[in-house]
T-cell receptor, first 118, second 111 residues
Framework: GAVVSQHPSRVICKSGTSVKIECRSL??????MFWYRQFPKQSLMLMAT?????????EQGVEKDKFLINHASLTLSTLTVTSAHPEDSSFYIC??????????????FGPGTRLTVL | LAKTTQPISMDSYEGQEVNITCSHN???????ITWYQQFPSQGPRFIIQ???TKVTNEVASLFIPADRKSSTLSLPRVSLSDTAVYYC????????????FGKGTTLSVSS
């Protein structure tokens, strides 16, 4: 299947700092990527839909000024957690759909980024 | 998007067949049924997808009755490495449409 990578895989930062997470589609172009957040022992929660060349669409309750999303190319979307606080500590996962590969509803997920805010 | 209901957890032993049933009473005509697997600290992985009747691949089988209000994921002869969370999702899967995950079923396989 298609490959999606994330960088970094884990990051520890101090409260008040900003952290950038990269999501790349390695062998396909993705006009749309999705960002999820997952707390321990909970399901994935959709945060936003990232569209190449346009503004992201955020889910209700997700602060767009805190979680900045940039999708500048067909293979890269970035999520920046600004002024991070301990409650932002979570597992962040991105996904994308390859129009030319996979089943009808198949999305390819990155390996996730573990963010810990001290 | 149709809401799905799955058992919270299931236990099994190595070598057994495991069947996880998902209810989706409000499934729409254009909806597909898709199952994902997630290991701890990893992103979900696509397992299988179907629209009606039975679908089989190298990993699992998916049984869908005629009314499509439920579906059953069947894992033959599970091993310890099948311990994971399994999610049932229902939707059209149009390009640009996000996947909405329910709570999933935590499968624990013991030796």
């Amino acid at each position: 299947g298609a490959v999606v990578s994330q960088h970094p895989s884990r990051v520890i930062c101090k409260s008040g700092t900003s952290v950038k997470i990269e999501c790349r589609s390695l062998d396909f172009q993705a006009t749309t990527m999705f960002w999820y957040r997952q707390f321990p022992k909970q399901s994935l929660m959709l945060m936003a839909t990232s569209n190449e060349g346009s503004k992201a669409t955020y889910e209700q309750g997700v602060e767009k000024d805190k979680f900045l999303i940039n999708h500048a190319s067909l293979t890269l979307s970035t999520l920046t957690v600004t002024s991070a606080h301990p409650e932002d500590s979570s597992f962040y996962i991105c996904s994308a759909r390859d129009r030319f590969r996979g089943s009808y509803n198949e999305q390819f997920f990155g390996p996730g980024t573990r963010l810990t805010v001290l | 998007l149709a809401k799905t209901t799955q058992p919270i957890s299931m236990d099994s032993y190595e070598g057994q067949e495991v069947n996880i049933t998902c209810s989706h009473n409000n499934i729409a005509t254009n909806d597909y049924i898709t199952w994902y697997q997630q290991f701890p600290s990893q992103g979900p992985r696509f397992i299988i997808q179907g629209y009606k009747t039975k679908v089989t691949n190298e990993v699992a089988s998916l049984f869908i009755p005629a009314d499509r209000k439920s579906s059953t994921l069947s894992l033959p002869r599970v091993s310890l490495s099948d311990t994971a969370v399994y999610y049932c999702l229902v939707g059209e899967g149009q390009a640009g449409t996000a996947l909405i995950f329910g709570k999933g079923t935590t499968l624990s396989v013991s030796s």
